[in-house]
């Protein structure tokens, strides 16, 4: 009888993006984890996917193919050192991220349908290794307002991409660039730029030349802080995420994702630029937005970005 060894990622990868969504959830009720229910989640994922490799590898030629997929797609591929670590790091940690599991679910089946992608995400926190590993073999980039934290993150996660930005807003003046905004040209949708556009306070001009240069597939706003007057506030991230997903060259909509809408602030800055005609989802917090490329929209004179 011959055998082959057949290629089981396509299989594999899922189920890791899954256990880490799992993982990540798994103390969201405040349910003790035992240093021996840890051992056993450990146990338990090797033993699944041991079993799996096993199983698959030494299998009849006919039946295998059944299994059999291309090994040059790379989102099928081995899996990633940083999913690896995500489980690792989910299953002994009692630190859960900062939204949902049903929040978090609606941006995990976005990267599931179109990974690996271009994942910019604003903030870096306790979830950061968790969408890293979900967009494995894509670009995620993470931007942070505080050079410390950044340090201590990438200290125990050095293989995230994360920067530090400059905001040029407080939340104590987020009503006044609301009322003023449109009074300044270089604001309005038809010049729709951030690079360099210093005379639109809500433009973040001082990203790294990457932000600029990618053509984010997904972009999510969770930052910078918004709860405090001195704070940064979102503004100028929901209007910078705005322009980036109008100037779309690609084809497809970009899917922005804003996290704490239930304050005032984000709710007002979403519903004057995502616009809550293009929102898909919203679920707890979380509103997710599939904004289309301008040039495949028409604006009515004084409509603005909506």
């Known amino acids: 009888m011959s055998h082959t060894i057949i290629y089981i990622y396509p299989i594999l990868n899922p189920n890791l993006r ?30 699944v996917i041991a079993g799996t490799l096993l199983l698959l590898t030494f299998t009849n030629t006919t039946t295998s193919r059944f299994f059999c997929t291309r ?85 125990d996660a050095p293989e995230l991409n994360a920067a530090v930005v400059k905001y040029r807003t ?50 999510m706003v969770d930052a910078p802080r918004g709860y405090f007057a001195e704070a940064p506030g979102r503004m100028a991230a929901i209007y910078s995420a705005t322009v980036m997903a109008r100037n779309r060259k690609k084809s497809g909509v970009t899917h922005v994702f804003l996290h704490d809408v239930n304050r005032k602030v984000e709710k007002a800055y979403a519903n004057e630029f995502l616009c809550q005609k293009y929102r898909k989802h919203s679920v707890g917090r979380l509103w997710h937005f599939e904004i289309p490329p301008a040039s495949n929209t028409t604006v009515n004179d004084g409509a603005w970005f909506c």
Not at 30 to 46: A, F, H, V
Request: a negative charge; aromatic letters at 10%.
């Open 18 to 47: 899954s256990s880490i969504l799992f993982l990540t959830m798994k103390n969201y009720h405040n349910t003790p984890i035992l240093p021996e229910r840890k051992l056993l989640i450990l146990l338990s994922l090797t033993a």
């Open 71 to 155: 090994p040059d797609n790379p989102f099928h591929s081995k899996p990633d050192p940083t999913q690896l670590k995500s489980i690792l790091h989910y299953a002994t940690s009692r630190i859960v991220p900062q939204q949902s599991f049903s929040e978090i679910t609606v941006s995990f089946d976005v990267l599931r349908s179109i990974g690996p992608c271009n994942f910019l995400v604003f903030g870096l926190g306790h979830d950061s290794l968790m969408w890293a590993s979900f967009n494995a073999n894509g670009k995620t980039l993470f931007l942070e307002e505080d050079p410390t934290w950044v340090q201590t993150v990438l200290k």
């Open 170 to 219: 407080k939340l104590s003046e987020a009503d006044e660039l609301m009322r003023t905004y449109r009074s300044e040209p270089e604001c309005a949708p038809a010049k729709s730029y951030i690079k360099g556009n210093d005379k639109c306070r809500l433009a973040l001009t001082s990203l790294p030349d990457e932000v600029y240069e990618t053509e984010w597939d997904m972009i």
